[in-house]
């Protein structure tokens, strides 16, 4: 009877599946907007008139207080209602998107400066950055306060899958939501618009938790984007037999391994955020038009990783090292290729295989630092991972973009050499 009438339970959890499926869509809705927005604002800034390096400052900014406060939310996830903090995330990413579209909408249509556009833009995505990191944690709480010990760990990876899928998602929608009456903004408010809805749907049907802390506990995760696929940190860190103090990254037993990790995202990450431009300069777009084949090139990307991550690592069994040593290789032969891509089919593949890549060397870093420690300090060693996976975005975008402007190719000729050196390092790795 419960089956029949929807509130078949998860696998050992006391959380139905409609609940499971309302905190899924939390965390989807929120990295599917985001990939939909990366998709369309080099395309936006072209349009507005906006030095290239301001765009990409303007929207990593919010990635920058997404680090600072992630562990913020995640502490107080422990000790408030988890159902209220995830309901504040998704209306900190309503409110950011809406007011960003209209910003933008305005700087389009010329009534607000080019420069002005962009203050109020990146004031407005700090909204986001501020608030939208308390979702994932406060999520992964709610869950794992209802789940036994023993299923824990596979109810908050898959919980976890979403932003993976979110950037597939997001990228393959964005072009869809480019309406004639609202022009490139229309993506943010289509998924502002999605986003109130999955916040009415847990405000009514997500039971309320409060005064209720249970057991579980959530954990910081990584700014969703292509750059920072799920590695498994934020779970180990929420089913640690208890919080301890964040390792210090200088601890000699994972010094090298989180080396290695930020290399490897600081050379991601600054790609990605040349891609879209390059995108539009190597295929010589106009504005209009531009983000269906940047969607298509971003979701190559996002395929790529997810291939690499829940296709290729499972099968090959490969140690950490060998993921650090051949995924820089693999990404180094694509970036070359997208360096010297003329067309929309070189530019997919070569994104695409340098997202294989980059998909193998984050599960490495990850998994090697995880190893090096003892389960008591995996809560520990997490917190670590899921800070060098978001510090790529404190300063790689915008050294990416001054490079960028120098010569396009330069920041792709650039991140070669450093996976490749990241490459011939790793072989010392133990």
């Known amino acids: 009877m419960a089956e029949r009438s929807g509130t078949r339970k998860v696998g050992g959890s006391a959380l139905t599946t409609p609940h499971f499926l309302l905190l899924y869509s939390a965390m989807l809705v929120a990295a599917a907007g985001n990939t939909a927005l990366q998709s369309v604002m080099p395309a936006i800034g072209r349009a507005i008139g906006i030095a290239d390096f301001w765009v990409a400052i303007a929207y990593t900014w919010s990635a920058v207080l997404w680090v600072w406060l992630a562990p913020f939310w995640a502490e107080k996830s422990d000790h408030h209602g988890r159902k209220a903090l995830t309901l504040l995330g998704l209306g900190g990413f309503v409110v950011s998107m809406t007011l960003c579209g209209v910003v933008l909408i305005f700087g389009l249509h010329g009534w607000t400066g080019p420069a002005l556009t962009f203050l109020l833009f990146g004031l407005f995505r700090a909204i986001y950055g501020a608030l939208g990191c308390a979702t994932p944690s406060a999520t992964q709480a709610y869950l794992a306060s209802r789940t036994r010990r023993a299923a824990r760990t596979a109810q908050l990876s898959a919980l976890s899958s979403s932003f993976g899928l979110g950037t597939i998602v997001g990228p393959a929608l964005a072009p869809l939501f480019v309406l004639p009456f609202i022009g490139l903004p229309g993506p943010l408010f289509a998924f502002a618009l999605i986003a109130i809805a999955v916040y009415a749907a847990i405000a009514i ?109 499972p099968r090959l069994g490969l ?112």
Not at 288 to 297: D, F, L, Q, S, Y
Not at 338 to 346: C, E, N, Q
Not at 364 to 376: C, E, K, N
């Open 205 to 313: 049907g997500l039971p309320d938790d409060r005064g209720k802390p249970g057991r579980g506990r959530g954990a910081a995760m990584s700014y969703p984007s292509l750059a920072s696929m799920i590695t498994g940190a934020s779970v180990r860190a929420a089913t640690a037999p208890k919080r301890e103090k964040r390792l210090s990254w200088r601890d000699g037993r994972i010094r090298s391994w989180i080396v290695a990790g930020v290399i490897a995202g600081h050379a991601q990450a600054a790609t990605l955020t040349c891609i879209g431009f390059f995108i539009i300069d190597v295929l010589r777009l106009e504005p209009m038009g531009a983000e269906e084949p940047i969607a298509i090139v971003m979701m190559a990307g996002a395929g790529g990783t997810l291939a690499a991550q829940w296709g290729l690592i």
């Open 319 to 430: 140690s950490p090292r060998a993921l650090i040593v051949w995924g820089s290789i693999i990404a180094a032969a694509g970036l070359g290729i997208t360096a010297v891509a003329g067309d929309l089919y070189g530019l997919v593949l070569g994104f695409g295989l340098a997202s294989i890549g980059f998909g193998f060397t984050r599960p490495g870093f990850t998994s090697g630092a995880s190893l090096a420690v003892p389960l008591a300090e995996q809560g520990g060693v997490a917190g670590v991972i899921t800070s060098a996976n978001g510090i790529s975005y404190v300063a790689a975008p915008g050294v990416g973009m001054l490079l960028y402007a120098v010569d396009p190719h330069l920041p792709f000729g650039i991140a070669v050499l450093v996976v490749l050196a990241l490459a011939w390092w790793g072989r010392s790795l133990r």
